[in-house]
């Protein structure tokens, strides 16, 4: 057990590394952060200063090195806007967004999976096929159509909630819904998929013939082995609470994670980019963790237990 | 009095039929095979008269159990007689259990539904039940899951599963196909020592003749959703009647006789979409005449015993002839 | 009779996933199986799941080299996979296997399927590949109108009969059928090994055909090797083997042959488990299950031993008469 996590740990941190390294290089190909961030009519011994400052001018591969060194003893460097530190903007930022992704997030469960599970059981029927129909038409419009449609219908047609801002509850309905909206289609898809795919299986037919009455069919014996592909799905989800608002939040002016990435990698701010890179890496690999974790807890059959014959 | 008593059941998918009228008697105890081929209905009987077929099938006709109407029962009722009259096991043992839940919390379902019995008092009962079908070492083993047990062992812990609701009848459907050949005769040992001691009925459904003969006092022969032939096992062996009985007896290489080239019935089972007007069995029969092209043939007494739905039936001393020609030949 | 294949000494080891714990283990599918298969006969395989009869025959067929000994086919070793000697030798030897459908482009005529292999051997071309085509579904009982069919619209038995056309398009000298008629419904097998029994004869085939229907086996082939836990315990002729069997596990196999019209009286019913190749008993694999094991069995492995016409791996010689009775 033990061999399994290291080799888990392992691994996501390779992960991790291979994430850092990636967006180090991009970011360092893709243009001055100098010139950018001084802007195009700075005189030239400013734009030598700044670099200086910050190192641009060593060859790559020691700012690689001393990049590493840094993070490894958990400095993820300041920001060449403000001098703040990365990890403190970044930090800030967490928490509006996760006021946004975590209430969607509980929608996407509490509606989208219900509704897979009905239209499951219900077959064929109206409700199914309303079912099915709802959740095409979430998955299948991407959401700064969906949010701009809500806002004309809800802000400036209705006039019932704000089209934008952080000043109360208010303020976060739209962008909820807007986030929610298409992973309740996809996860009503997919529970209704993995549903009728249980449904179909023989130890369903033993459980019937067993004289277990349906509604305790469905409860013990369909539900459990549904889950297992379900929290695949729902895996993904919890892996992007951070980094799954870019949008929305830009959508619906929401000072979240999602702002800072736009703003840091338009003013090309190396060191807030890359510990937002870090950070969303971070919590991809963990929420992977747990899924595995996840797969381990619901299916003994994932549990490799040397069979005792 | 025949204790579950089958009349004309009728079953169509999409309007397809698959099944054209089944009559069927079991008497309390005995000991009846099921004999077909794939597709010949022996299962969806089984499965329609326990109401278990998916929704869009369309089931008519009568299955009494002890008087009582089956067909067309609510499903609480149906609920009430599954597992505890009538139990059910199944072709692939390994995926006819829950993977993700402990055998033994299977089997104990069956005992809380129908016997009332929790806790220890059912965990007590579940070993026995576990020791009375062989699985080696139940204390042990009754806390593991299903991938932790061989085929062989998943069928033992079924068997167990079904009589856990002591019921009156086993329908056991093709119980042993899907396991290894010494498993297989275990599995037979173990359902015939079981109705020995129970005297519990048993339909053993099987495409396998020498199986069924094994466990099996009388087996109906089915073919392409009609029951061509009943009998008790020895004269349908000995002295098959309907063509199609003794074209599958021949099919059937014999372990004893030499290198002889086998006996198929030629052609294909007929789609059910597209049945044949008159015999189902006449495209494929060797004995088939222009009354059998228009019309079908019902189940008729015959004087030597059994029921034959054939317009010629084989004669006895026809079939011992013919066997005699087959060993000179 | 020359000798076609000769396989010597062969052991095969597949490594298992790492587990959970880390760990991985080996298993040995087959564990030093010496055999030879003659020019122009069929050899019977016979075992139960885990016996290692697929794992040989695909070595049989060069698609798996062994991790120990060697395969030795007309003489010369058996060449790696993938090399150019090896694609050479693939139109020599051919596998039909258990699942039709599976085996089957679902998107293409039969007649397509039936023409592929010619094609990519460059056997024939335009009339020539059309005509030999027809000649084929001729030869295994398929209907010219049946040319333009998908295999979804043909039965179990038809589609079999065409998995056994494409084998035969590039005249093979040597076939290796894996269950070939397992799936197939009673009636309908018998007209699948007649046909296979036609083919050898007319075409001087040689054979291996695994099985664990003993009954087919015992109809269709001239030599059958019986095997437990990737060896083999025995091999007779066929019909000595199941008149006469020597090793207390082929007698129970032959014993357990359900016979129509017959009861359970009489038969020896094997106790214990099927065997578990990750988990193999000290000295003969199948002490555990054998009644006439004792601690000598459970010590030392037995060889193959000539008695009677027979080969037999047993310790203690055991007679047919002893378990009749």
Redesign the interface.
């Known amino acids: 057990m033990f061999r399994f996590i290291l080799a888990k740990l392992v691994r996501a941190f390779l992960t991790i590394l291979l994430v850092v390294t990636f967006a180090f290089i991009v970011l360092r190909m893709s243009g001055d952060p100098a010139q950018i961030m001084l802007g195009p009519d700075a005189p030239q011994d400013a734009v030598d200063a700044f670099r200086a400052r910050w190192g641009l001018d060593d060859p790559l591969w020691q700012q690689y090195l001393a990049y590493l060194q840094q993070i490894l003893s958990f400095d993820f460097g300041v920001s060449m806007r403000d001098q703040s530190p990365a990890i403190k903007l970044v930090l800030e930022r967490i928490p509006a967004t996760l006021a946004l992704t975590i209430p969607a997030l509980i929608l996407k469960l509490c509606i989208g999976i219900p509704a897979g599970v009905y239209a499951a059981l219900h077959r064929q029927s109206v409700a199914d096929r309303g079912v099915i129909m709802a959740s095409i038409f979430g998955f299948t419009i991407p959401s700064f159509v969906l949010g701009l449609v809500l806002v004309l219908i809800f802000a400036v047609t209705l006039d019932w909630l704000p089209s934008g801002g952080q000043d109360s509850w208010r303020h976060a309905i739209l962008p909820i819904a807007t986030l929610s909206i298409g992973g309740i289609g996809i996860l009503a898809r997919f529970s209704r998929s993995a549903m009728i795919e249980v449904l179909g299986q023989p130890y369903i037919r033993t459980a019937m013939a067993k004289g277990l009455p349906w509604r305790d069919v469905v409860w013990r014996h369909a539900l459990p082995n549904a889950a297992v592909p379900i929290v695949t799905l729902v895996g993904f989800m919890v892996g992007s609470l951070i980094a799954g608002a870019v949008v929305v939040e830009s959508i619906f002016s929401w000072p979240g994670v999602g702002r800072l990435i736009v703003v840091s990698v338009a003013n090309r701010d190396l060191a807030v980019v890359q510990c937002l890179l870090l950070v969303i890496a971070a919590s991809m690999v963990m929420a992977n963790l747990l899924v595995d974790f996840a797969y381990g807890l619901l299916d003994p059959r994932l549990r490799a237990k040397p069979a005792a014959h | 009095m025949a204790f579950v008593s089958i009349r004309d059941l009728r079953v169509a998918f999409d309007g397809v039929r698959v099944l054209h009228g089944i009559d069927l008697d079991i008497g309390k105890g005995e000991a009846i095979g099921l004999v077909g081929e794939s597709g010949c209905g022996k299962s969806v009987t089984w499965l329609a008269a326990l109401g278990l077929l998916p929704g869009k099938a369309r089931v008519e006709g009568s299955v009494t159990l002890d008087g009582q109407q089956l067909i067309g029962a609510p499903r609480s009722q149906l609920e009430q007689i599954r597992g505890a009259r009538i139990a059910m096991i199944f072709q692939d043992p390994s995926s006819s259990l829950n993977p993700v839940q402990r055998v033994g919390r299977q089997i104990g379902e069956s005992l809380r539904l129908h016997r009332g019995l929790r806790g220890a008092q059912a965990r007590t009962e579940v070993l026995r039940l576990m020791d009375m079908v062989g699985i080696p070492d139940a204390k042990r083993r009754i806390d593991l899951y299903p991938h932790e047990f061989s085929g062989g062992q998943c069928q033992r812990i079924m068997i167990a599963m079904a009589l856990a609701g002591q019921p009156d009848l086993l329908i056991a459907d093709e119980p042993t196909t899907a396991l290894d050949a010494t498993i297989q005769a275990q599995i037979l040992e173990l359902l015939s020592g079981i109705r020995r001691e129970t005297g519990m009925a048993l339909v053993f459904i099987s495409h396998d003749l020498g199986a069924v003969s094994a466990v099996c006092d009388r087996a109906a022969v089915m073919y392409a959703g009609r029951i061509v032939e009943t009998n008790d096992i020895r004269s349908l062996f000995a002295a098959p009647a309907h063509p199609y009985t003794q074209g599958l007896l021949r099919a059937i290489p014999d372990i004893d006789a030499s290198r002889a080239r086998l006996v198929p019935i030629e052609g294909t089972v007929p789609d059910p979409a597209a049945l044949p007007t008159g015999c189902a069995f006449a495209p494929r029969c060797p004995r088939n005449s222009q009354l059998c092209q228009n019309y079908a043939p019902d189940l008729k007494p015959q004087s030597a015993g059994g029921v034959v739905s054939c317009f010629y039936p084989v004669e006895a001393d026809q079939t011992a002839m013919s066997q005699r020609q087959e060993v000179w030949a | 009779m020359s000798i076609l294949l000769d396989v010597r000494n062969v052991v095969q080891t597949y490594t298992t996933a790492r587990?959970?714990?880390?760990r991985t283990s080996e298993i040995r599918a087959v564990d030093g199986i010496d055999l030879t298969v003659r020019e122009g006969e069929i050899l019977g395989i016979v075992g139960?799941?885990g016996s290692g009869k697929s794992t040989l025959g695909r070595m049989l067929l060069g698609l798996e080299t062994p991790s120990r000994g060697e395969v030795i086919y007309r003489g010369n070793p058996m060449p790696p996979p993938h090399s150019v000697e090896w694609r050479a030798l693939r139109a020599h030897m051919q596998l039909i296997f258990q699942d039709p459908l599976a085996a089957l482009d679902r998107r293409m005529t039969i007649a397509r399927q039936i023409a592929e292999p010619l094609e990519i051997h460059g056997l024939a071309k335009g009339d020539a590949l059309r005509n030999r085509v027809a000649e084929l579904m001729a030869k295994v009982g398929l209907r010219k109108d049946q040319a333009n069919r998908y295999p979804h619209e043909l039965?179990g038995?038809?589609r079999q009969r065409v998995v056994i056309a494409r084998a035969l398009a590039s005249a093979p000298r040597f076939l290796v059928c894996d269950e070939p008629v397992s799936a197939l419904?009673?009636?309908?097998?018998?007209?699948v090994?007649?046909l296979l029994?036609d083919l050898q004869e007319r075409e001087r085939l040689t054979m291996v055909f695994i099985s664990?229907d003993?009954?087919?086996v015992?109809?269709?082939c001239d030599r059958v090797a019986v095997m437990y836990l990737g060896r083999v315990v025995e091999e007779a002729p066929?019909?000595q083997i199941?008149?006469d069997p020597r090793h207390p596990y082929t007698q129970?196999?032959?014993?357990?042959?359900?016979?129509?019209?017959?009861?359970?009286s009489g038969?020896i019913?094997?106790?214990g488990?099927?065997p578990?190749p990750?988990?193999r008993p000290t000295g003969c694999a199948f002490h555990p299950r054998c009644r006439f094991a004792d601690a000598q069995c459970a010590a030392t492995q037995p060889e193959l031993q000539r008695h009677d016409g027979h080969l037999a791996a047993c310790l203690k010689f055991v007679r047919a008469r002893q378990f009749a009775a």
């Open positions: 587990t959970m714990f880390g139960e799941s039965s038995g038809q419904d009673v009636s309908i097998q018998a007209q090994v007649n029994r664990h003993l009954k087919v015992r109809n269709i066929s019909d199941f008149s129970a196999l032959v014993s357990s042959i359900p016979r129509p019209g017959q009861g359970l038969r019913v094997l106790s488990e099927p578990n990750a988990n």
